[in-house]
Structure formats: C-alpha cells, structure tokens
C-alpha cells in the first residue's frame, strides 16, 4: 500500500507519456476482509500449505471482492475496462486468480449493473520471466528497474535486504516464484 505511492510518482516522472494517463489514486478501505477471513495474510501467522493445497495465505473471495468494488466505481464514472496483474501461469492456485473465474465475474458483473464490463489480465498466461519481459518491451530497462526497487512480492511485506530480483525474506511462496522468474529471464537475456 506504501509501495504504489512511489510507484505512481516515478512513472509520472520517468514515463510522462504514460503519465499524463495516469488518473488520480483512489484509495477504497477493505480492511473488513480482515473481519471475515482467517489467513496468514489478514493476520499473523506462519505461511504454510493447507490439505486443499493452497497456501494459508488464500483470503477467500478476495479478487471477487476487489474487482466488484472497482466495478461499482467504474459504474459511476462511467469506465469499462478493469485492469488486474492475477496469472494462473506459475502461481499460487488461488481460484479467484483464475481465467475462468475473471470471465465469470466479468459476466456477472455487466449483467449486475446492467453496464458492460470487461476485466483485462494481461499477466494470465505470463510466468514470471514473461512478465519482467513485458517490462522490459515496454518500458525498457528503467522500467524493469523501478518494478524492481520500488515492488515486492514478499508475502511478509520484507523490504531490508535487496536481492538481484528485488526486495523480500526470500523465503517465502510469492518471493520464490520472482526469485525463479527473474533468474529465467536474465538467463534469457543473455542468450538472446
Ligand atoms: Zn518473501
């Protein structure tokens, strides 16, 4: 939540064409989540895998939730399209980052406010490697490099030590898969 403010304020400044796109930040609390789920994410708990096979990190609903509440503001300001970063490529299993379930909600939602909707996410069939690619294709190197310094994937939100790949504990699900991502497209780069 930290992050996106340095986020936008460095694509302002290093890309002004993309910019002067960008609208104001509209900041909705949805920390009632926290009140109706019990995962490693909405409290402090060790990351583990439950027997369903999905990290204890799965907060139920949650994308459902996050696109709905976009949607009812697009509704009023009158936008279609919903932007999300899911990918069902490498990840965690959660069923809410699933094409599927995107399209359904995306039918959903259109019939539910009588508004047509569409959810676009460009991530779906990235892994991660493919992923700092399109970073790279699209903003070039200065682009990979403000991901890099300015996210994390890190699960325990660590931001103390800077790896090649970026910030984390380096030991958790989400820090894994950018480790993994970043070493396969370094590798590729350097064959290309
Ligand atoms: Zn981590």
Redo the contacts with the bound molecule.
Sequence with gaps: MECRLRVAERLRREFPGWGAKLGEDHLVDLGVLGQISDTALTRDAAIRFEKTGLPNTFVPGRNLLFFTFAAAIGYRRGLKHLVGGMCETDYSGYPDCRDDTLKALQASLSLGMDQRFVIHTPLMWRDKAATWELAQDLGSMPLVELIRDET?????G?REHRHDWGF?????P??DLRHKGWDAFVAGRNTA
Aim: charged share 0%; net charge neutral; with cysteine.
């Design positions: 994390h994937s890190c699960y325990q660590h984390g504990c380096g030991a958790c989400a820090c």
